[in-house]
């Protein structure tokens, strides 16, 4: 992981980490089947566009509520799940928190971390209930797909 790591933070031009975190104002007054449907619906038709396989998972107080794979090994939506429960934020915000601060380099060194970019806090209200989950692309993609769908989802509820 930590060649990983490195590879990723020397690729430079990173997007300002409060950026990131601001994304996470995407909270949910509910969250349920339907919603989860939903994401999972339009991170597919998102993640078509690039031509490649991934997988996506949304997990909802501890249970897989929708789940999508083309990939044989999804090792590292799992990874990237356990960054996200751990620390309640993006996976991504915290791979970019980490290349200033390093609190999270003890994930850099143990394989069952993903510190990149691809898992999202799922919040009903104010409280963490889960992550949306994604892989496949590079990390900053996996992201954007998350955020993407999330975005879609969001404008068809106002």
Same mark, same amino acid.
């Given at each position: @992981?930590?060649?990983?790591?490195?590879?990723?933070?020397?690729?430079?031009?990173?997007?300002?980490k409060?950026d990131?975190?601001?994304?996470?104002?995407y909270?949910?007054?509910?969250?349920?089947?339907? =919603?989860?449907r939903?994401?999972?619906?339009?991170?597919?038709? $998102?993640a078509? =566009?690039?031509d490649?396989p991934?997988?996506?998972?949304?997990?909802?107080?501890?249970k897989?509520?929708?789940?999508y794979?083309?990939l044989?090994? =999804?090792?590292?939506?799992?990874?990237?799940?356990k960054?996200?429960?751990?620390?309640?934020?993006?996976?991504?915000?915290?791979?970019?928190?980490n290349i200033?601060?390093?609190?999270y380099?003890? @994930?850099l060194?143990?394989?069952?971390?993903?510190?990149?970019?691809?898992?999202?806090?799922?919040?009903?209200?104010?409280?963490?209930?889960g992550?949306?989950t994604f =892989?496949?692309?590079?990390?900053?993609?996996?992201?954007? $797909?998350?955020?993407?769908?999330?975005?879609?989802?969001?404008?068809?509820?106002?």
């Amino acid at each position: @992981m930590k060649d990983y790591y490195h590879y990723f933070v020397n690729k430079g031009n990173h997007p300002d980490k409060n950026d990131i975190l601001k994304q996470e104002e995407y909270r949910f007054k509910t969250f349920d089947q339907n =919603t989860a449907r939903q994401i999972i619906q339009q991170i597919i038709e $998102v993640a078509k =566009t690039y031509d490649r396989p991934f997988a996506s998972r949304i997990i909802y107080k501890d249970k897989i509520i929708g789940e999508y794979s083309e990939l044989e090994n =999804t090792s590292w939506l799992n990874r990237k799940e356990k960054v996200c429960h751990e620390t309640k934020h993006s996976s991504y915000y915290i791979f970019l928190d980490n290349i200033q601060s390093h609190l999270y380099d003890y @994930m850099l060194n143990d394989e069952s971390y993903g510190i990149c970019g691809g898992s999202f806090p799922l919040y009903e209200k104010d409280e963490f209930v889960g992550s949306i989950t994604f =892989t496949g692309l590079r990390p900053q993609e996996d992201h954007g $797909v998350i955020i993407q769908a999330l975005e879609k989802v969001f404008q068809e509820k106002n």
